[in-house]
């Protein structure tokens, strides 16, 4: 069993708090050419998820050394640049000759094209290839324009309309701030009445600032959902295996929306003649339509997807620009092919040339510890019990200690809001705290693993909080 986090120049993976700097060394014949890769994930609230990537990436052979700004409890070897420090980020970059994979919120900011004015290598989209991401109402409209399947909808920045609206309608509507939320920002209403509530914490009390200054009132697609991600190049794409996400707190989909409480991967009802159908009228779209607007789109591209219960197709529910959270984690235990050589593909324009990804023949699942109380009000600053005492045993490639087990490469603890107090106990700090992976010949067999791990980590009284029932859906996928 490892904790994932770097150490020094032995880098084996990473639960990442904001920004990572990967060091690369690189060797060419007899010389020796040094560079850096910077990969950037700036998210609100630590994501668990694209710091998985981080340990796929770190597997190649080339890469040696990660630093990290914004710590948290699993990192080491940090520098302190804030996320929004976008012409520091810059000067770093210059001054140590980084190549940068980018997250969302930097890229809202311009971050992409910043690095682009200077010639400096960076792989994710620009603020306006961004906006799939950003804008709900630009992402719905692009969709519209292209064809891509997605439930109808309409745009509102005044309550009143909005509730009107609502009052005419004869289906149940889903409510989204327009702007970033961390993934907080979607209501999917049962009845009226929780519809015109949603609207007024969005448009009257501003729950989440300006993103909620313009709103989103969707039809509900009823089904499951299914996750896939698209490595780009602006040109063409590539698109990585399937998984599904659980966005509800509490077990069988009850609750509010959070950033994602597990995942697991692949999804066995989702063969490849729905693969084929999806990127055709999906991925293949959107990818043309970006380009023909002027907006070629390089990066990870994410479509959340709804499988109608009734006619078994597919309606897009949203577009990210970045690798999906948690979704990353089992798809990065699960990838046996090099991530890094598809970056670098990617980012070179000649993802075409490359074979198709390849995958272990196992599933995984990821299940989201987090402080009770999440989404909403919660506690902070409670130690962790069951990682074991040693500072060491934190970090990545060392066993968990105090649990009686031996090392499993196959079962990989992620952080998130955790940190180092000043007695060096790692505590809690944010929502979302860890990130429990475990691989297994089978959905049951990896689920099983995850969570006899969740239940020795515990803090505070018992305020942990995850949901029981994380890839349950893929032991029955026919019900």
Sequence with gaps: MTIVQMNHYQQKGSFLQNICFYHLEISCGKYKVEK???????????????????????????????????RNGGTHQNAQILPTEIDKLVQYAKEKELFTVVGPVPLSLGIVDTFNSYDLPIFGPTKSAARLETSKDFSKQFMTRHSIPTSEFKVFTDAEKATDYVERINFNAVIKADGLAAGKGVFVSNNKTEAMDAIDQLLNKKIFGPASDKIIVEKKISGEEVSLIAI???????????????????????????????????????????????????????????????????????????????????????????????????LMMRMKSDLFEYIKAAENKSLDSMQPIMWKDKFSTCVIMTSKGYPDKYETGY?????????????????????????????????????????NELVTSGGRVLGITSLGRSIDEAMNKSYQIVREISWGDNQQHYRTDIGRKGLNPDK
């Design 36 to 70: 850096t890769i910077q990969v950037t994930m700036l998210t609100t609230n630590r994501r668990v998820g694209v710091e998985n990537m981080l340990l796929k990436i770190s597997q190649n052979n080339n890469v040696k050394k990660v630093i990290y700004a914004n």
């Design 232 to 330: 780009c190049d602006g040109e063409t794409f590539m698109i990585m295996d399937t998984c599904r996400d659980h966005k509800r707190v509490f077990d069988d989909d009850l609750g509010p929306n959070t950033g994602g409480m597990g995942s697991y991967s692949p999804v066995p009802e989702i063969g490849e003649s729905d693969l084929n159908y999806i990127s055709d009228k999906v991925f293949k779209p959107a990818v043309n339509g970006m380009r023909a607007e002027g907006n070629p789109f390089q990066g990870f591209l994410y479509a959340g997807i709804m499988i109608e219960k009734h006619t078994g197709k597919p309606f897009v529910l949203e577009f990210n620009a970045r690798m999906g959270d948690p979704e990353c984690q089992p």
């Design 383 to 423: 130690t962790i019990r069951g990682l074991g005492k040693a500072p060491d045993k934190y970090e990545t490639g060392y066993p968990i200690g105090g649990l009686g087990k031996p090392p499993d490469n196959e079962i990989m603890i992620f952080h998130s809001g955790t940190k180092l107090n000043q007695d």
